[in-house]
């Protein structure tokens, strides 16, 4: 069973940093891509980022310059630096990873429960 955790979500004033953290765990044998969406009030879920098993790196426009994506192949684990939280970054974040369990000949799509990330004064 694969299972994907978030974690570092929280409330944070505009202006603010958070980095966001998702563990891939379980019978894994191979990670490809890895990303983060994110699902506003009253919004559809949306990219925030993605990230290849090369390190390649793809970003929404609306965060470009104030989020940064990166991964630790060694520990399954994708990350998410966001500086400069506006209001409007307010949403439940997703991890996703495209892998492949052991035992099985296709990826598939993952993802995580979602953590809330809120950006108040």
């Known amino acids: 069973q694969v299972q994907l955790v978030e974690s570092g979500g929280g409330l944070v004033q505009p202006g603010g940093s958070l980095r966001l953290s998702c563990a891939a765990s379980?019978?894994?044998?191979?990670?490809?891509?890895m990303g983060w969406y994110r699902r506003a009030p009253g919004k559809e879920r949306e990219l925030v980022a993605t990230i290849t098993s090369g390190a390649s790196t793809n970003y929404a426009d609306s965060v470009k310059g104030r989020f940064t994506i990166s991964r630790d192949n060694a520990k399954s684990t994708v990350y998410l630096q966001m500086n400069s939280l506006k209001p409007e970054d307010t949403a439940v974040y997703y991890c996703?990873?495209?892998?492949?369990?052991?035992?099985?000949?296709?990826?598939?799509?993952?993802w995580g429960q979602g953590t809330q990330v809120t950006v108040s004064s």
């Open positions: 379980g019978s894994i044998f191979s990670i490809n891509a």
């Open positions: 996703n990873a495209n892998l492949r369990a052991r035992n099985w000949a296709t990826a598939y799509n993952y």
